[in-house]
Nanobody, 116 residues
Framework: QVQFVESGGGLVQPGGSLRLSCTVS????????EGWYRQGPGNQRLLVAA???????IYVDSVKGRFTISRDNAKNAIYLEMNRLKPEDTAAYYC??????????WGQGIQVTVSS
């Protein structure tokens, strides 16, 4: 079992930046990588970015060039640096394993609101 605890988020104006953090604990070696997922109002929860334990990074097209995912192995932490934020980035953001398991356990997530 691997556990994920998200932190960060908040309200930011369009064009602004935010940094999300995720602390990972448990049997981390049992998973291939970690990812950030988001769910906007009325939408499905979808992958935003992922980082595998071999260093490979994956981004969905809508955030390429704006978001950066990174890992601090010493802290067992995953980060999502979000720049040039847009109103359509407004969503609840979740950290979880990547690829996502068949029956994932989700945390509370953190709200990111991009609005003027």
């Amino acid at each position: 079992q691997v556990q994920f605890v998200e932190s960060g988020g908040g309200l930011v104006q369009p064009g602004g930046s935010l940094r999300l953090s995720c602390t990972v604990s448990g049997n981390i070696d049992s998973i291939i990588g970690e990812g950030w997922y988001r769910q906007g109002p009325g939408n499905q929860r979808l992958l935003v970015a992922a980082i595998k334990h071999n260093g490979e990074k994956i981004y969905v097209d809508s955030v390429k060039g704006r978001f950066t995912i990174s890992r601090d192995n010493a802290k067992n932490a995953i980060y999502l640096e979000m720049n040039r934020l847009k109103p359509e980035d407004t969503a609840a953001y979740y950290c979880n394993e990547y690829p996502i398991s068949v029956w994932p356990s989700w945390g509370q997530g953190i709200q990111v609101t991009v609005s003027s």
